[in-house]
């Protein structure tokens, strides 16, 4: 199978069921994004590959895991409305988001201050991350009610969690933080 289709070459691209849109519809804005964060993330992750650290092997399945629902919450946005979704988000992939939030803020120091993005690599790659994660959620919510709500509600705890993993990260491998001087 050849990679180039030369069907976009008029500015369309399908979605999944073939129906063909826009390459700036709201649809492949969203689904396009969430890819853009998924890669950022497979960035920091690749940092990670570099150093160790204890519970390096934890964070990589997590990471793995979670690279796997943002590739399934993308499948839920580049499907049309009324049609059926191969893969879906589900409770526990949220739950998964928030057990990790907590077991990892607990090992943080309180925040007393805005923290910069920095400190490692890794760090900083999920940091952007965690922005681009951001704006695929202003995608999803664009596109309205033919949008699953745990597809938001993800979007949503993923930032979350790429914030706290960005200093967890950065904790373990012995870096401090950037903080904003006031």
Same mark, same amino acid.
């Given at each position: ?14 979605? &999944? ?11 492949? /804005? ?27 092997? /934890? ?19 580049? #499907? ?14 949220? #739950? ?34 965690? #922005? ?12 309205? /009610? ?22 967890? &990260? ?6 401090? /933080? ?5």
């Amino acid at each position: 199978m050849k990679i180039y289709t030369k069907t976009g070459d008029k500015g369309t691209t399908s979605l &999944v069921y073939g129906q063909r849109v826009s390459k700036n519809d709201l649809r492949v /804005e969203a689904y396009g994004t969430c890819d853009e964060a998924n890669s950022m993330i497979g960035l920091a992750v690749s940092h990670l590959h570099m150093v160790s650290f204890e519970g390096k092997v /934890e964070v990589g399945d997590i990471f793995k895991k979670i690279q796997t629902t943002l590739f399934h919450v993308g499948a839920e946005l580049a #499907t049309p409305a009324g049609k059926e979704v191969k893969w879906k988000v589900s409770e526990e992939d949220i #739950t998964l988001l928030e057990q990790t939030i907590d077991k990892w803020d607990e090992k943080l120091p309180a925040l007393t201050n805005f923290v910069l993005p920095g400190g490692s690599q890794a760090g900083s790659a999920l940091h952007v991350a965690r #922005t681009i994660v951001r704006r695929a959620e202003r995608r999803a919510v664009a596109i309205g /009610e033919d949008v699953n709500p745990l597809v938001n509600s993800y979007l949503n705890r993923l930032s979350d969690f790429l914030f706290v993993a960005a200093r967890y &990260v950065n904790l373990q491998l012995g870096l401090s /933080e950037p903080t904003l001087h006031q």
